[in-house]
């Protein structure tokens, strides 16, 4: 099929910032570079502040500019909603869109509480009985290293799990000057490293095993309390956590170790996960996103050792769409993965995962972190918190 005779589908974005940016991208190149069965039309992009929303709107092609989102919802022309604000919108939005008929891809973490999550589940399950899909955006899964991973373990090269080592590591907060934002309140982020960064690893390892994670021990601080505002004068009050390390176990068995900080000094975007099995293991880190480290232990031990491949031949995920191999790939190419999976779910009527239940488990989660934290470490199954 060409693009010429392919149907379309209309994407109304909510949000113009860094990932408005690049979930435009992510739809731009999902039709250059792939052949969707559904062709995503960038139809209106919405956005309170209007000069903001127009500048976006004019370097990605959008055809027109709302600053009202209950507008964006309302037009006809618009299929599909992409909620790109933060956390305390989502259930809001994301319940109204259903309502109205329209597919959603919702940012991560799905919401900023499990209650809120619930809502937005059973509204998605709601739609989905009328042909209507969700999906959380839990890009790195489109990474094709860690789409490889997964089906290494799926296929059985790790054998039975025992170990999973998750961290993500970023640092842009070590210095102490370094000015608020809404991701350091917690009625507006939920939470701070842990929902932020924190959630990526929570999804990236349930969906790297296949298993979930069924109890925890946490413990969490903010290190620094006052930040100055990034306008005027005066400072503004960090009520979120900065770091965040648990111990967790896996429905299969398996030991887990986690950390999410934002004050990794020299750690830029490092989402660093290890799985070890009794056959095998995986190693991979995003900072070195094109490659995945893989120990078979069915080889001979003369030359046995962590193998690297890199991710980027054609019968790797994804990448037959792309560049000649060893032409890497970066941080935008998931969120083009991201959109050709979602509309290609949308044309088959199958569900696009991560669907908003399995974001709900990634809250719950978080919740059982946060309760243990609160509760000098103690052992928190999951699902055992409703916060
Ligand atoms: C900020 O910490 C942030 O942009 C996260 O919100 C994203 O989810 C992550 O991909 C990169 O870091």
């Known amino acids: ?100 008929g329209k597919h959603v891809l919702c940012e991560k973490p799905l919401a900023n509480s499990v209650a809120e999550a619930e809502r937005m589940a059973e509204a998605a399950e709601r739609a989905r009985a009328d042909g209507v899909q969700t999906m959380v955006g839990f890009t790195y899964r489109r990474v094709p290293a860690l789409a490889l991973a997964r089906r290494l373990v799926r296929s059985g090269r790790i054998g039975r799990l025992r170990h999973v080592r998750a961290q993500y590591l970023q640092d842009w907060l070590t210095d102490p000057g370094a000015p608020y934002s809404w991701r350091l309140d917690a009625q507006r982020a939920g939470s701070g490293a842990l929902g932020d960064i924190g959630a990526h690893v929570i999804d990236l390892t349930q969906f790297l095993t296949d298993e ?9 601080d903010t290190f620094v309390d006052e930040r100055p505002l990034p306008e005027g004068e005066g400072t503004g009050r960090v009520t979120v956590d900065d770091a965040a390390v648990f111990l967790g176990r896996f429905s299969g068995g398996a030991m887990a170790t986690f950390e999410a900080t934002r004050y990794a000094t020299g750690r830029k975007n490092a989402i660093r996960i290890e799985l070890n099995g009794t056959e095998g293991s995986l190693a991979f880190d995003f900072e070195d996103m094109n490659t ?75 919740a059982a972190v946060q309760a243990s934290a609160a509760a000098d470490s103690r052992w928190v199954p999951v699902g055992d918190t409703e916060s």
């Open 292 to 366: 995945l480290w893989f120990f078979d232990s069915s080889t001979s031990t003369e030359t046995q050792g962590f193998t690297r491949i890199l991710a980027t031949e054609p019968t790797h995920p994804y990448l037959g769409a792309w560049w000649p191999p060893g032409h890497l790939l970066g941080y935008e190419h998931g969120f083009s993965h991201q959109a050709v999976d979602l509309l290609t779910a949308i044309a088959d009527g199958t569900a696009a995962e991560p669907t908003f239940a399995e974001g709900l488990r990634v809250q719950r989660v978080i």
């Open 1 to 100: 099929m060409t693009h010429a005779d392919s149907a379309q589908l209309g994407i109304g974005m909510i949000g113009y910032a860094f990932m408005g940016m690049a979930h435009s991208q992510g739809w731009r190149n999902a039709k250059s570079f792939f052949d969707p069965k559904l062709e995503p039309r960038l139809v209106a992009l919405s956005g309170r502040d209007r000069a903001k929303a127009e500048d976006t709107a004019r370097r990605f092609d959008w055809q027109h500019v709302e600053t009202d989102w209950h507008a964006l919802i309302a037009r006809d022309d618009v299929d599909l909603v992409d909620i790109c604000t933060p956390g305390d919108t989502h259930a809001e939005i994301a319940i109204a869109a259903l309502a109205a």
């Open 212 to 220: 979930y994670i069924t109890g925890v021990s946490a413990t969490m």
